[in-house]
């Protein structure tokens, strides 16, 4: 498959999350997903797409058999958007799950995984992410890598291939994402903002 762009791997993240977190808003509305893209929380890097970006993200993840277009039914006002990477790469729900978090996040450690995919699929164990793992990292064309440990790091960590976003680079944290990372959880703040964001999403599919 053709490479993602860093928009295109964002969007895909994204519906691949809100698939899982917030089913009955599921698919989303273009306003839905412009904010889905920028939220604060649970995003690295944190971006500003606006409606043309991300529309023409989507535009491209169609002609590359990843996404798909929901036109409005009798009765309803608006078209949604919803994923089918799934199907595309013949992934199930937890190499598909770690892999949207790779792609949301950037590279990380398993104990990071296992705690960021709570939400999209809980894994039983660190042996069952693990095995989600070694199915995308030994396809014929592999969709993770595991990174070599860089001096001070205690675990290895593992990136997506789908994408070169440049998410390998060092990025600043203040001192409680910092923590938070180390620790493989959210901050508190970081819960709070993810919660507001899904109410949002819940209060637009009410007023469809």
């Known amino acids: 498959m053709e490479p ?52 023409a993200a989507i535009d491209s993840l169609k002609a590359k058999g990843c996404a798909r277009v929901v036109h409005p039914a009798t009765g309803q006002r608006v078209t949604k958007y919803r994923h089918v990477v799934d199907e595309a790469l013949g992934l199930e729900d937890g190499p598909l799950s770690v892999l949207a978090v790779l792609l949301l996040r950037g590279p990380q450690t398993e104990a990071e995984l296992r705690a960021r995919t709570e939400r999209l699929h809980l894994f039983a164990d660190a042996e069952e992410l693990e095995s989600a793992l070694t199915v995308l990292a030994s396809r014929d064309e592999p969709l993770v890598l595991r990174l070599d440990r860089r001096p001070g790091e205690r675990e290895a960590r593992w990136t997506d291939l789908l994408h070169g976003s440049g998410h390998d680079q060092p990025v600043s944290d203040g001192p409680t994402v910092t923590r938070a990372r180390e620790t493989g959880g959210p901050t508190l703040e970081e819960r709070v903002a993810a919660l507001e964001a899904e109410v949002a999403l819940l209060r637009e599919a009410l007023l469809e």
């Not at 997903?33 to 929380?41: D, E, I, P, R």
């Open 4 to 55: 993602f762009t860093a928009v295109e791997a964002r969007v895909v993240g994204c519906l691949v999350e809100k698939q899982r977190t917030v089913p009955d808003t599921y698919p989303l509305t273009l306003n839905a997903l412009v904010a889905a893209c920028n939220q604060t929380s649970n995003r690295d890097p944190v971006v500003a797409y606006d409606d043309g970006t991300v529309l």
